[in-house]
């Protein structure tokens, strides 16, 4: 029995409990960083799953590529992190692979910003398949918004490929981005001569008598300015499809020169009238 304690102590003494204790709090770290990892990442993959899932044209490929990006974006920091804490040296591979993500980055920017561009679009909604948006001076219609880039119908009946950070960093004008009321201007000049309570009533007239104009705002018509050659009004009508302003503005065009030509009212032209002081007469 004595030779027995006495091996135990033996064994005892061979074991370093503050090794033992430090050992344990080091897994007990490891576990906790990567179980908070595995937490943030599940958490991020349901929101970009529930955000994706409000837009039906979003198909389960998509929504399973950003679930997969988020979840390596998390989980392989906070693998690599949890073994660091266990005592094993990365430091190496730290250094090693931050040059190489490094170099990676430079090589994948346009990529990678085209990527992020895409989520944040998805994410905050601004641009929709089926809006109608304005870019580099065309009138688009938004198709799909892909991973790395955004596909648009213009009014030529071209698709166009756009970088998704096109979309996020330019100046973009989303017509249908709230509602879908369009407003369309045009200008009229009408000669000096011109009865002018009868001319703003036929040009009022002319946009209620308008069968596709919105219901939803009335008709605008001002006297803009006295041009050197005309008194000028600008009229605005709204319609509910952005998409035909095209079409809709040349019919109000048609719809007021018939008009004013009905009523006898001449749209004045650029003219320049010359005087002679009597000095000069011959």
Known sequence: MNKLAELFRGFADLINVKSIEAMG???FAATAIFLAAYWVSRM?????DRRLRQDSHNDEATICAYKNIARSIVMVPGILIAVHVLGLNLSVFFTTGGLFAVALAFAMKNMAENYVSGMLLRLE??????????TEGAMVRVKSIGLRSTIVRSKYEKDL??????LV???VTNYTYRDVLCRIMTM???AYSSDLMKVRKILEHTCDQLEWKSDQHDPEVLLVEFGSSSVNYKISVWIEDPWESGPAKSHLNEAIWWALQKADIVMAYPQLDVHFDEAYKI
């Open 25 to 27: 709090m080091k897994a």
């Open 161 to 166: 490929v756009i970088p998704n950070s096109e």
């Open 44 to 48: 991020l993959q349901r929101r970009i």
């Open 169 to 171: 960093q330019e100046r």
């Open 188 to 190: 009229v000049g009408v």
């Open 125 to 134: 909604r601004t641009i929709k398949p089926g809006d109608v948006l304005e």
